[in-house]
């Protein structure tokens, strides 16, 4: 099986302009997450989704950031405009409520610099 | 709110020395527990984790860690490390009934020949 996919992997960007990270879950699974890692917070939970759908986004930092699920099998985040506090590595988890382990599993990551 | 707390940033043993990893929580039930690992360059994979019955679990690559309510804790351990092992790991508690996680700082463990 494949794992969560997630593209780009690494992204630089000048300051002002768009960023789009994506996301591809575990087939079946149901549950979306994005977490933001940096070296002064650790990994914080920007947004999940259930079954496509946003369930919290309390962590999304402002309104530069939203995030979409058109369906079961891709997510995006986006940044616009970005800004160089906005670096950091974006990763995407994906679980499975049926399961009900309660374990994410985890893409590589996407690292976005933004200069 | 639930928290995590990892009081060791940073902790570096001898390749065959004996490891522990502290992790403390707060949630007012009884929570679900995790220890995830990240190599460089990697997302998180899972170690272990604690959900209910026997307070001490067994996970991957040799780990294991015991939850003690009392303290509120859930250190990992592992007996003999390798130089493989050289990693950050993060403790992470969830909510009974709900997918969230929130997770600890991370330690950062390095490994001495």
Redesign the interface.
């Known amino acids: 099986d494949a794992g969560?996919i997630q593209s780009p992997r690494h992204e630089v960007t000048e300051m002002g302009q768009e960023v789009t990270l994506r996301c591809k879950p575990i087939s079946g699974h149901d549950?979306l997450?994005w977490?933001r890692q940096t070296m002064m917070r650790?990994?914080e939970?920007l947004i999940?989704f259930?079954n496509n759908v946003p369930i919290?986004d309390s962590g999304m930092p402002e309104d530069r950031f939203s995030a979409k699920m058109p369906n079961a099998s891709f997510s995006t985040l986006k940044i616009q405009p970005s800004e160089p506090r906005d670096s950091a590595v974006y990763?995407c988890?994906s679980?499975s409520?049926t399961a009900n382990?309660?374990?994410?599993f985890?893409?590589?990551?996407s690292r976005l610099t933004v200069l | 709110a639930q928290s995590v707390t990892q009081p060791d940033i940073h902790i570096t043993v001898s390749e065959g020395a004996s490891l522990e990893l502290r992790c403390n929580y707060s949630y007012g039930a009884t929570p679900?527990l995790?220890w995830?690992v990240q190599s460089p360059?990697?997302?998180?994979?899972?170690l272990l984790?604690y959900?209910s019955g026997d307070t001490l679990v067994q996970g991957i690559k040799g780990f294991e860690a015991e939850f003690k309510r009392s303290q509120s804790s859930f250190n990992l351990r592992k007996p003999s490390v390798h130089w493989s092992d050289a990693a950050e790991y993060?403790c992470a508690v969830?909510d009974q009934g709900a997918?969230?996680?929130?997770?600890?700082?991370?330690t950062r463990l390095t490994i001495n020949p």
């Open positions: 969560v549950y997450f977490y650790g990994l939970l999940y259930n919290d990763f988890a679980s409520w382990t309660g374990e994410l985890f893409g590589e990551g | 679900y995790f995830y360059g990697q997302g998180l994979q899972l984790k959900f993060f969830g997918q969230k996680l929130v997770f600890g700082q991370g």
